[in-house]
């Protein structure tokens, strides 16, 4: 063969390649129509190509079809605009039929319905499934779906895969969404649609993430009349709180949870999610016990019986110290439950140790209910501070106004490690036991201040008062009774029992009974406890234990956390002999001259 044919071969060899090589336009829609037979054939679905149908031989005979459309029967799904791209089978080819073994569908706008979804005969759609006869892999790409009956629930497809080679293979997928504006990985998803669609156990795994949230699972998944799910998984989010702001999910309490997670083996149906054998996280807490939830009522029910160690519920009462504001003043902001009760919560639990607000308690068994608009949580015992203490709280919206209610006792607590842990000085010591009511209504908390109502009671024995010894001063007030209001603080004063009586109305707390009895000192005490405004007007009694007349007399008065305790100067100049003329016994008429101290 000569060079001048050799060449001539090889140019027409080349052109030939090229020629493979390089897309072709065809205006025909013979391709298209064929694609669309098969499609509906093979997949049941509608295929509408209305723009521009390319074919391309090398390296691998592929097709592209420009703004297409695909519908799924019964409106279940539409995928409207964009491009499908695919790469053709060879051997159907041959045989002039075309058959794509992979699809990538891009730059599309994919409605659905969830509802018609789940009503497809799927086994029907995945009957007779061979690899030989279907596409091995769907791609979506910067796809977005709209769901017709989910409510923010629409996605923004970044990458998605589904892969599926093989009747006796698992079905497999991975990718990336966009979803409420927050990134979310699909790392592996599978299971075999064949085993589940002739209603046999299937496999299935599961592993998702998203800046908030983290949920794995494997187990075993079966279809038919009794749907189940079982395995082992995982749900863990760094912040309860900016997952339920960002999921939409309503929560008990959960604006005020932060990292949370549920670990342990699990079975699922169309009525319940039960963890058998659970691990929860609650910070940095540990629980362990049973917990489920209810999807067959109204709302979901989530219900548990957890143990810890040591458990810190502290952010759970931080709307308690958000009821004054930053002056000391009750709040007017409003108080709305509704952010916290959006699923209902019947949980038991117990602790070796546990943080309620400032309060830390021992051994304790507490349960929590939580109901649309209602929150009720109980102590049944707990030991505190050497004593023992139960009570209960509820709070309760109705016709736009929170009902709070609280009532408990507690008996043989130390009082002065009790006030120490509350931020206060440990004016008195000894043992408290006693009791406690309080209800109020409003729609922020300075309302339910105003309307308070109650009644408690607290006896103390076998104690000492810090910071006055009472003996001391009746003895200073017998010998030089001015001098005494200079020089009265300092030391202890022991007794055997001191106890007071508040009957709250309206906001106002009237000391009923309060009375201090030891050897040598008897004491009595009256006034009011202004709550809204968060003052004392008292007036303490103090007189010797064998006589009945007050020697001396003290002011209590000022803020909650500025109680200021003084001598009664009144009291004083009475018994002072030489001060005493300055006190008229009577009132002296305005135009009668008013008696003149003289001094000698």
Same mark, same amino acid.
């Given at each position: 063969?000569?060079?001048?044919?050799?060449?001539?071969?090889?140019?027409?060899?080349?052109?030939?390649?090229?020629?493979?090589?390089?897309?072709?336009?065809?205006?025909?829609?013979?391709?298209?129509?064929?694609?669309?037979?098969?499609?509906?054939?093979?997949?049941?679905?509608?295929?509408?190509?209305?723009?521009?149908?390319?074919?391309?031989?090398?390296?691998?005979?592929?097709?592209?079809?420009?703004?297409?459309?695909?519908?799924?029967?019964?409106?279940?799904?539409?995928?409207?605009?964009?491009?499908?791209?695919?790469?053709?089978?060879?051997?159907?080819?041959?045989?002039?039929?075309?058959?794509?073994?992979?699809?990538?569908?891009?730059?599309?706008?994919?409605?659905?319905?969830?509802?018609?979804?789940?009503?497809?005969?799927?086994?029907?759609?995945?009957?007779?499934?061979?690899?030989?006869?279907?596409?091995?892999?769907?791609?979506?790409?910067?796809?977005?779906?709209?769901?017709?009956?989910?409510?923010?629930?629409?996605?923004?497809?970044?990458?998605?895969?589904?892969?599926?080679?093989?009747?006796?293979?698992?079905?497999?997928?991975?990718?990336?969404?966009?979803?409420?504006?927050?990134?979310?990985?699909?790392?592996?998803?599978?299971?075999?649609?064949?085993?589940?669609?002739?209603?046999?156990?299937?496999?299935?795994?599961?592993?998702?993430?998203?800046?908030?949230?983290?949920?794995?699972?494997?187990?075993?998944?079966?279809?038919?009349?009794?749907?189940?799910?079982?395995?082992?998984?995982?749900?863990?989010?760094?912040?309860?709180?900016?997952?339920?702001?960002?999921?939409?999910?309503?929560?008990?309490?959960?604006?005020?949870?932060?990292?949370?997670?549920?670990?342990?083996?699990?079975?699922?149906?169309?009525?319940?999610?039960?963890?058998?054998?659970?691990?929860?996280?609650?910070?940095?807490?540990?629980?362990?016990?049973?917990?489920?939830?209810?999807?067959?009522?109204?709302?979901?029910?989530? +219900? =548990?019986?957890?143990?810890? $160690?040591? %458990?810190? #519920? @502290?952010?759970?009462?931080?709307?308690?110290?958000?009821? !004054?504001? &930053? +002056? =000391?003043?009750?709040?007017? $902001?409003? %108080?709305? #439950? @509704?952010?916290?009760?959006?699923?209902?919560?019947?949980? !038991?639990? &117990?602790?070796?140790?546990?943080?309620?607000?400032? %309060?830390?308690?021992?051994?304790?068994?507490?349960?929590?209910?939580?109901?649309?608009?209602?929150?009720?949580a109980s102590i049944g015992r707990a030991d505190f501070h050497d004593g023992s203490l139960k009570g209960r709280l509820s709070l309760i919206s109705v016709n736009g106004e929170t009902e709070f209610k609280s009532q408990g006792t507690f008996s043989n607590v130390e009082i002065a490690p009790f006030l120490s842990s509350m931020g206060e000085p440990r004016w008195i010591t000894g043992r408290a036991q006693g009791q406690f009511t309080f209800e109020g209504k409003g729609r922020n908390p300075v309302e339910v201040?105003?309307?308070?109502?109650?009644?408690?009671?607290?006896?103390?024995?076998?104690?000492?008062?810090?910071?006055?010894?009472?003996?001391?001063?009746?003895?200073?007030?017998?010998?030089?009774?001015?001098?005494?209001?200079?020089?009265?603080?300092?030391?202890?004063?022991?007794?055997?029992?001191?106890?007071?009586?508040?009957?709250?109305?309206?906001?106002?707390?009237?000391?009923?009974?309060?009375?201090?009895?030891?050897?040598?000192?008897?004491?009595?005490?009256?006034?009011?406890?202004?709550?809204?405004?968060?003052?004392?007007?008292?007036?303490?009694?103090?007189?010797?234990?064998?006589?009945?007349?007050?020697?001396?007399?003290?002011?209590?008065?000022?803020?909650?956390?500025?109680?200021?305790?003084?001598?009664?100067?009144?009291?004083?100049?009475?018994?002072?002999?030489?001060?005493?003329?300055?006190?008229?016994?009577?009132?002296?008429?305005?135009?009668?001259?008013?008696?003149?101290?003289?001094?000698?």
């Amino acid at each position: 063969m000569s060079r001048r044919v050799a060449f001539f071969i090889a140019l027409i060899a080349l052109a030939v390649l090229g020629a493979a090589a390089a897309p072709w336009t065809l205006r025909e829609n013979g391709l298209s129509s064929a694609l669309s037979d098969h499609m509906k054939e093979r997949y049941g679905l509608d295929l509408t190509v209305e723009g521009r149908s390319t074919f391309a031989v090398l390296p691998i005979p592929r097709v592209k079809f420009e703004n297409v459309s695909l519908r799924f029967p019964e409106q279940a799904l539409k995928a409207e605009g964009g491009t499908l791209r695919g790469e053709i089978r060879v051997l159907p080819l041959l045989f002039g039929r075309v058959e794509l073994s992979d699809f990538d569908l891009s730059d599309s706008k994919i409605t659905a319905s969830a509802q018609a979804l789940q009503n497809v005969k799927w086994d029907e759609v995945f009957k007779s499934r061979s690899s030989a006869l279907h596409a091995r892999r769907l791609i979506l790409n910067r796809t977005a779906i709209h769901w017709t009956d989910l409510k923010d629930s629409d996605l923004d497809v970044s990458e998605f895969v589904i892969r599926w080679v093989g009747e006796k293979e698992p079905l497999m997928a991975y990718g990336n969404v966009l979803w409420r504006g927050e990134r979310v990985a699909v790392e592996e998803a599978s299971i075999h649609p064949d085993r589940i669609t002739a209603g046999r156990i299937s496999p299935i795994e599961l592993s998702v993430a998203a800046p908030t949230m983290r949920l794995s699972l494997q187990g075993e998944a079966q279809l038919g009349a009794n749907p189940g799910l079982t395995g082992h998984g995982s749900i863990e989010t760094v912040s309860m709180r900016d997952f339920a702001r960002w999921s939409g999910v309503k929560l008990p309490f959960g604006p005020l949870v932060q990292a949370f997670s549920v670990k342990g083996d699990f079975s699922m149906d169309r009525r319940r999610l039960s963890w058998p054998s659970v691990a929860v996280k609650l910070g940095d807490d540990k629980l362990e016990g049973t917990m489920a939830v209810r999807f067959d009522t109204e709302r979901p029910v989530i +219900s =548990g019986t957890l143990a810890a $160690d040591d %458990l810190n #519920l @502290a952010d759970l009462f931080a709307p308690f110290g958000h009821a !004054r504001t &930053s +002056s =000391g003043a009750w709040s007017e $902001d409003a %108080l709305d #439950l @509704a952010h916290v009760t959006g699923s209902d919560l019947d949980l !038991r639990l &117990s602790a070796a140790s546990a943080r309620l607000g400032k %309060l830390r308690v021992e051994d304790m068994a507490a349960s929590v209910l939580v109901r649309p608009g209602e929150i009720e949580a109980s102590i049944g015992r707990a030991d505190f501070h050497d004593g023992s203490l139960k009570g209960r709280l509820s709070l309760i919206s109705v016709n736009g106004e929170t009902e709070f209610k609280s009532q408990g006792t507690f008996s043989n607590v130390e009082i002065a490690p009790f006030l120490s842990s509350m931020g206060e000085p440990r004016w008195i010591t000894g043992r408290a036991q006693g009791q406690f009511t309080f209800e109020g209504k409003g729609r922020n908390p300075v309302e339910v201040v105003q309307k308070a109502h109650g009644r408690s009671s607290v006896t103390v024995r076998k104690g000492e008062l810090v910071g006055i010894a009472l003996d001391d001063a009746l003895k200073r007030v017998e010998k030089h009774p001015l001098l005494a209001s200079l020089n009265w603080k300092g030391g202890r004063t022991p007794f055997q029992e001191a106890q007071a009586q508040i009957a709250v109305q309206d906001g106002i707390g009237e000391v009923t009974e309060g009375r201090l009895t030891s050897e040598d000192v008897t004491a009595e005490m009256k006034g009011q406890v202004l709550m809204v405004e968060r003052t004392l007007s008292l007036k303490a009694e103090i007189s010797s234990a064998s006589s009945s007349v007050p020697a001396i007399a003290f002011d209590i008065n000022g803020g909650w956390d500025n109680v200021s305790v003084a001598p009664k100067a009144r009291s004083l100049i009475e018994r002072s002999g030489a001060a005493k003329p300055l006190l008229p016994s009577s009132r002296v008429p305005p135009d009668e001259p008013r008696p003149q101290a003289t001094a000698q």
